[in-house]
């Protein structure tokens, strides 16, 4: 139900579900899943190869797209979300890069595709971190990016992203594509000529 | 994949997965799930009452959403889309009523609402048919039945689904929700206020 997006405005995963949300999560079904979905998404950009003009280009997500936050989520046994102890956490730059799509990443860009990675983290606070942990997670030479300025505080994901992507279109750029973890980053406007869901049992954005 | 929508335009359920579909259709598993569908459907319609004005509206999808074509795939092993041999099935008008369905049909109307069963089947060929089943199947009292009328052959269903709602809301129905197994009874203009996807390993409409 939350894959299709038809369980919203879930707070925390319910008591029943933990223990299956961590089997899924920690016994290697997830991995096989993001894998199978980043199989769509190679299959999918080789059939839209890039023109070769550098305006062809792919946005992905960060949290639980590239990076991961499933030892966060594991310690605190999936509970509600927590402001101030997942900035904590973000903020120490240890999260692992999700093999699958570190491995789409490079692919993407051996195909010649500019790569946006676009986040409501905020810029201010986890810029710097979130560099570094891009960097240490095997992320680097992506074209840019785009964290939540002070200009987006308190918008929806929805609002923040839509935005941030006409931006790019307006720059001349075609969105081929677009992933990420959560129906908030692959809905409104500028979303791609294609959006990939990568699954998410943890926690819901609006 | 098929059920976030990343995995699109396949034919036919790859060979390797025809057991695993088989399983899931017929163990019970396909059940559960769109029980659960129609359970959050309700909880989100009992949050969003009708008006009282007779314009607040549902669409529901009809083919593997309120009826059943497990028979017919099940015989078939789930093979590719065949038209010719899928008119003569559904010609029979015995598709079983899918009994998560019904219940939440009744609730609809239960609760008020007007209910539009909208279907890509073929007007003129499978008209008569198509209301007999649904009839049989416990669905009585829908506000209207629309199939794919000589104009709209050879249409998407994106297309002819867009057109026939924007036809209800042109004449001032608010769609509150939509329901369906493909996502192209999902996407496109005049979608509803919020979609719901039911669970279909069987095929893919583009």
Redo the contacts between chains.
Sequence with gaps: ?V?????KYWRAVPAPCVGYVWAYMSWGQYGR?VS??TD??AAYASQTPAAGDGLDAWVLDIDDTCLSNLPYYQAKQFGAYDPTAFKAWASRGTCPGIPAMVRLFWTLKGGGFRVFLLSGRDEEALGASTAANLAAAGFAGYDRLILRSAAYRGQSSVVFKSAERRRLVEEGYRIRGNVGDQWSDLQGDCAGD????V?NPMYFVP
């Design positions: 139900m894959e299709a997006n038809n369980a899943d199978s979905a769509q998404i294609r959006v990939f869901k699954p």
